[in-house]
T-cell receptor, first 114, second 107 residues
Framework: ETGVTQSPTHLIKTRGQQVTLRCSSQSGHNTVSWYQQALGQGPQFIFQYYREEENGRGNFPPRFSGLQFPNYSSELNVNALELDDSALYLC?????????????FGPGTRLLVL | RKEVEQDPGPFNVPEGATVAFNCTYSNSASQSFFWYRQDCRKEPKLLMSVYSSGNEDGRFTAQLNRASQYISLLIRDSKLSDSATYLCVVGHNDMRFGAGTRLTVKP
């Protein structure tokens, strides 16, 4: 097992609502990355954090935001939910600074927006 | 053009077959390369890293051609348990995934 956990496992929201997804990392894993995986697609990079600061972002609008905490846990916040936000959201960790290292994934949160 | 492109699949093969997956990437500055495996409704898991010299792990062989920006994965003697989606992943400051190729190995 990777030691990465995510909560909740499933979530249903309606358009316009806000959601917070959580990820707990292994101690010492300084970099956390978040991905969105739509059905039938590969994971799409949202952003990554290194020691509590964002240090990379994919092609996602500002309503996708995040936080990383000193205990290595992190959050993904999505405001003004849209139907297309329905997806599996994955959190991944690695010990170093670079997001190009081997990623260890959590089990994901399945979000359905109605 | 997508940053990472893979064979669309699906691949349906009998047990014992050899199957090859191909992947191309657009960023010539990419620094790291991986194949991940994803089972249905599960998270991706690292299958193997890919090195310039090529590398092998049991029945799995990965190759990298930096000049052509091409990565491959060869699976020999396919098992039923190899059925999954195989994701090509390229790293440069962050990780970029292909859409995945679905493999089904049948008895």
């Amino acid at each position: 097992e990777t030691g990465v956990t995510q909560s909740p496992t499933h979530l249903i929201k309606t358009r316009g609502q806000q959601v917070t997804l959580r990820c707990s990392s292994q101690s010492g894993h300084n970099t956390v990355s978040w991905y969105q995986q739509a059905l039938g697609q590969g994971p799409q990079f949202i952003f990554q954090y290194y020691r509590e600061e964002e240090n990379g972002r994919g092609n996602f609008p500002p309503r996708f935001s995040g936080l990383q905490f000193p205990n290595y846990s992190s959050e993904l916040n999505v405001n003004a939910l849209e139907l297309d936000d329905s997806a599996l959201y994955l959190c991944a960790n690695n010990p170093g600074r670079g997001g190009e290292e081997t990623q260890y994934f959590g089990p994901g949160t399945r979000l359905l927006v109605l | 053009r997508k940053e990472v492109e893979q064979d669309p699949g699906p691949f349906n093969v009998p047990e014992g077959a050899t199957v090859a997956f191909n992947c191309t990437y657009s960023n010539s500055a990419s620094q790291s390369f991986f194949w991940y495996r994803q089972d249905c409704r599960k998270e991706p898991k690292l299958l193997m890293s890919v090195y310039s010299s090529g590398n092998e792990d049991g029945r799995f062989t990965a190759q990298l051609n930096r000049a052509s920006q091409y990565i491959s994965l060869l699976i020999r003697d396919s098992k039923l348990s190899d059925s999954a989606t195989y994701l090509c992943v390229v790293g440069h400051n962050d990780m970029r995934f292909g859409a995945g190729t679905r493999l089904t190995v049948k008895p």
